[in-house]
């Protein structure tokens, strides 16, 4: 099969990273061709689609993931992904390991928090979105990693999503409780459950 045949394949399948055309034994050099003859368009650095190809409201999750894809979306980005806020983020949320390199992407704009262990594992989820993998925080991990990292998102936000978290998910308490103490914030996020519950 030609190559440019099996690069239009590849993205008819979504967005096309220049690193997996390595794993093609493809000659990166075909994605600049492509791009010439207007056959697909560089969305940003590394990264490529089809022109006019259809994009979602999760399209900015997409690219981060295909560009740091041990990242976790998490916080403010994972509350709207959930349903647990009508405020749109104007960065994309995301957690790596604490010994991560800190990523260096031009867009879209990214606010990383570091966890490691138990802290970061727990509570992830996979999600598919324009048929890519997205890892995000589950709602109750969402909810309590709002609360451990409260001096970024605000106690009023954390506060907020606890609320509607309680009011979507009624029978979630024991698992916000187990994200809350693998989180080590259950001490200080206990008397706000005990109120609202």
């Known amino acids: 099969m030609p190559k440019t045949v099996l690069l239009h394949q590849l993205a008819k399948q979504g967005l096309i990273r220049a690193r997996d055309l390595d794993r093609l034994a493809i000659p990166r050099a075909y994605l600049k061709r492509l791009v010439d003859r207007g056959e697909l368009e560089r969305v940003d650095r590394g990264l490529y689609r089809l022109p006019g190809a259809k994009v979602t409201e999760h399209h900015a999750l997409v690219e981060v993931s295909l560009r740091v894809p041990h990242a ?11 349903g647990l806020t009508v405020e749109s983020p104007h960065q994309v949320w995301v957690m790596i390991d604490n010994r991560a390199r800190h990523p260096k992407i031009g867009y879209p704009s990214l606010k990383v928090v ?7 594992t727990h509570g992830v989820e996979s999600n598919i979105f324009e048929k890519t993998e ?12 709002c609360f451990r990292y409260r001096r970024h998102v605000g106690l009023d936000v954390a506060l907020a999503a606890l609320r509607d978290y309680l009011r979507k998910y009624p029978k979630g ?6 994200a809350a103490k693998v989180d080590r914030i259950y001490t200080l996020m206990r008397p706000y459950v005990e109120a609202l519950v």
Do not use: N, W
Request: proline share 3%.
């Open 114 to 120: 570091r966890a490691s262990g138990k802290a970061r």
């Open 173 to 178: 308490i024991d698992e916000l409780i187990r």
């Open 72 to 82: 976790i979306v998490c916080l403010l980005s994972a509350l709207q992904l959930h």
């Open 134 to 145: 997205i890892k995000v925080t589950t709602p109750a991990k969402t909810v309590a990693d």
